[in-house]
Nanobody, 116 residues
Framework: QVQLVESGGGLVQAGGSLRLSCAAS????????MGWFRQAPGKEREFVAA????????SYADSVKGRFTISRDNAKNTVYLKMNSLKPEDTAVYYC?????????WGQGTQVTVSS
């Protein structure tokens, strides 16, 4: 089993930056693809970014492409989401996700609030 703990959320002004971290437990972190999702109030959880197990391949939602960067450090069992040029519509709870079929694990989420 993998336990995920997100950190780094907070309140930031529009145009600002934040870096989210997701620390994973266990010795198998490097075998999992990792992702970031977000959920705004009254909306469904949506995909933000993903990275494969080695870190060699990434993908992004169109809404964040060019502004957000996902990365991972397998030696530290951690995945990151660097968020630049933040917009009020980026306000949401951000969740870390680990997946290696058929297993999927979620963190508890970290709040990101972007003020205009």
């Amino acid at each position: 089993q993998v336990q995920l703990v997100e950190s780094g959320g907070g309140l930031v002004q529009a145009g600002g930056s934040l870096r989210l971290s997701c620390a994973a437990s266990g010795r198998t972190f490097g075998t999992y693809a990792m992702g970031w999702f977000r959920q705004a109030p009254g909306k469904e959880r949506e995909f933000v970014a993903a990275i494969n197990s080695s870190g060699g391949s990434t993908s992004y939602a169109d809404s964040v492409k060019g502004r957000f960067t996902i990365s991972r450090d397998n030696a530290k069992n951690t995945v990151y989401l660097k968020m630049n040029s933040l917009k009020p519509e980026d306000t949401a709870v951000y969740y870390c996700n680990a997946h290696r079929s058929p297993r999927v694990y979620w963190g508890q989420g970290t709040q990101v609030t972007v003020s205009s």
